[in-house]
Structure formats: C-alpha cells, structure tokens
C-alpha cells in the first residue's frame, strides 16, 4: 500500500547487520562494565537500545531478541557470580516484556497508518468517521511517484474525492494523452471540485481532449456542461465553436454564459461566426454572441457591436453596451461615429459604454462637440455630463451657444451632473 513510513522497508540485511553489531556491543560493553568495573545494575541498560530497535524492524517478534538477552545475562551473572539472585531474573524478565510491548505498539501504529493510508486511497472505508481527511504531507506521498501515470489513473476511482482530486491534477500536469477518458468520465463525478480538476486536466491535455469535451456539452448535469465549455476556451481549438456557439442555446443561463466566454477565449477564430449570429441567432444567441466579442474585440468586433445597440432585444442592446465598455480605448472613436446615426435610445446606450470607458474618453468626447453633425454634439454632451469629469466643464458651457437648442438643453443638464 505505501502508506509506511521508510522505517519499515528497511533491507532485511541490513537489519540483521545492524542488530548483531548493536548485540556484540552490548555484550562486550556489559563484560567491561561487569568485569573490570564490578558494576553489577546498571550494564543491564545496555540491552534497552537494541530492544527497542528489534520492536521498531521486527514487532512482536522482538520476543526472540528479549529472550536471547535475557539468556545470555543470566548465563553472564552465572559465570561470574556462580548464582543467579531474583533480582537478576526480574531485570532478565524485563527484557522479554519490554521487547514485546514495544513491538506490539509499533506494530499497532504499522496497522494504522496502513489503515490510514488505505482509507485516503479510497481502498476501505472508517465506519466511526465519514469525513474526508487528506494531510498534505502524507496523501501525495501514498499516492506514488509524480510520473507514474498508470497509478494515478487507478487512482481515479478511489471512493475519496481527496485522492481522486490529487490524482486529477497530477494528470493534469503529466500531460499523458492515456489519462483523457478516465479523466473525461471523471467530468461526471458526484463531488464538483473533483468535476473541476478533471475539466481543468482535460483544459491542459490541449487538442486530444476537444472531442472528448464537446460531447460533455450535452451532458444532463449543468456543472458539467459549463465545466466542459471552459475547458474548451482554454484549449482554444476552431473545432469548439459551433459546438459553444449551439451551447449558447442552453437552457441554463450560467452555461450560456460560460460558453461565451470560452467563445471569446477562442477569439479570432471564432469571429465570424460570432458576427454572423447576429444576424441569424434567437436572443439568447446574441446575447452570447455580444458577451464573446466584447472579449475578442478589434475593429470587426466593434462595429458588429455596435450594430447590436439597435437590437430588438433590450438585454442584448444592455449588454452590448457594457461590451464596448470593457473593450474600452479602441471603441471610443467609433462610438463617437454611431452618434450621427443613432436615435435617441440608442444614443443613450452610447453614452453608457463611453461613461464605462470613464476619463479616457474624455478628450475625443470634447472634440465631438465641435463635431459638424448635431446628433454627435448632442451626444457627446451627454456622454460628458455621464462622466462627471471637471475638464469638460468649460466646453460644455461653451455648447450653451451652440445653434441647436437639442444640444444646448443636453449641455445644461450635463453640467448640472458635474
């Protein structure tokens, strides 16, 4: 199992080296002390280290060892006091009980941690306590070496999430093509972190997974489904996008949304068919379709989304809106544009994505109220009184001259909000 500390594997040789050294040692050491120091107690505790080291290898099976000591210290007391008193016995008799009780708790604390260490791996299971409990000093060691795809793999379907958690991701990291389908049917699992390790490994395997995921898409559990669609953001492979676009069609609203953003993870290569759903797709498509751009952005993102601000669904022209916000500096000159064209609502939504651009729109804003087209001052007016900043003051007072009185009332009310 592997649970055992390295104590326990130490070489079978090694241990009979080491304990017929320590043995000779305490024999020459008790003749010295014996013989040349007339010292007759205290030599006896030159057996102790050698019991205690035999009950640490060897368990209950220590007993031999505490029966050879004893043995060879009565025959000692024996050979030179040619008598054997009852003090002598007791401390012999010592030896056999201290060598037995020892090796019974260590092998009581072997058993546990092998217990332990079986109930980590999911291999049994404490009847006392059903909660999970994983240190972090002693799972990743029970769980084999970091490289050992194929022990990670059967790790997979331990009855404990922790383990299947730590398997997960150290397969993750390991890269191996071989862990994709455990991992893929791991995407179902009844703990959701664990669901989520095994999406984010799949999000690492990179292209080999693709398939794998997309037909997660479908799955009957919402976790899975968006786990699966931000994985495939992750990835970035063309291959995802029709699946994520027919996503965005998903009952759920989270998992909608999940697959626009790994639409707009994909980016570029999702681009025009983003565009396009526009034009084709029902509300909630469009809605996904104007969240992923807004992460994509550049030029064609822009206008498509601009285009969106007179959609006939409120929450799409809403979330256009805040789109062209967060793309921010690059949407600012092609905003001011839409003004000439726009009606008054849709200018309004204008003005709400340049006030998210905040400060930074504020210049080009200033020079929109010179601008030849009267729809744009007007506009522009407004975007200033939405911004608040004390630079457009004076040009706003400025426009209460201006020859429109559409613009003049928009620049009073502007600087009304400064």
Known sequence: MGAG???????????????????????LLELVVHFYFGIGIIYTHFFYPILILAAFWYYRKAVYIGLLLTAMHIS??????????????????????????????FERLRDERSAFGAYLLGYSEKKEDKTHFAPDRLLPRILGQPGDVEHHIAHLRSRNPDVRYEAAGALGELGDTRAIGPLAELMHDEESGVRWMAADALAKMGAAAVEPLIQNLRHGDVDVRWMAALA?????????????????????????????????????????????????????????????LGKIAGAE?????????????????????????????????????????????TCDLIAEALSDIGKTAVPPLIEALHEENWRIRRCAAEALGRIGDPRSVDPLIEALRDSREEVRETARNALRNI
């Open 5 to 27: 500390g390295s104590a326990w594997r130490t070489p079978t040789r090694i241990k009979l080296l080491v304990t017929g050294f320590i043995i000779g040692l305490s024999i």
């Open 301 to 345: 993102a822009i206008a498509a989304l601009i285009n969106a601000l007179g959609d006939s669904s409120s929450r799409v022209r809403q979330r256009a809106a805040r789109a062209l916000g967060e793309i921010g500096a690059p949407a600012i000159r092609p905003l001011i544009l839409a003004f000439g064209e726009s009606d008054p609502a």
């Open 76 to 105: 000692i007391e024996y050979l030179v006091a040619g008598s054997v008193p009852e003090a002598i016995l007791v401390r012999a008799g010592m030896f056999v009980i201290v060598a037995f009780a020892a090796g019974y708790l």
């Open 232 to 292: 495939l953001g992750d990835i970035g492979d063309p291959r995802a996008v029709l699946p994520l676009i027919h996503t965005l069609k998903d009952e759920d609203a989270y998992v909608r949304s999940r697959a626009a953003l790994a639409l707009g993870k994909i980016g570029a290569l999702a681009r025009e068919i983003l565009i396009r759903q526009l034009a084709e797709g029902d509300d909630d498509v469009r809605w996904g379709a104007v969240l992923a």
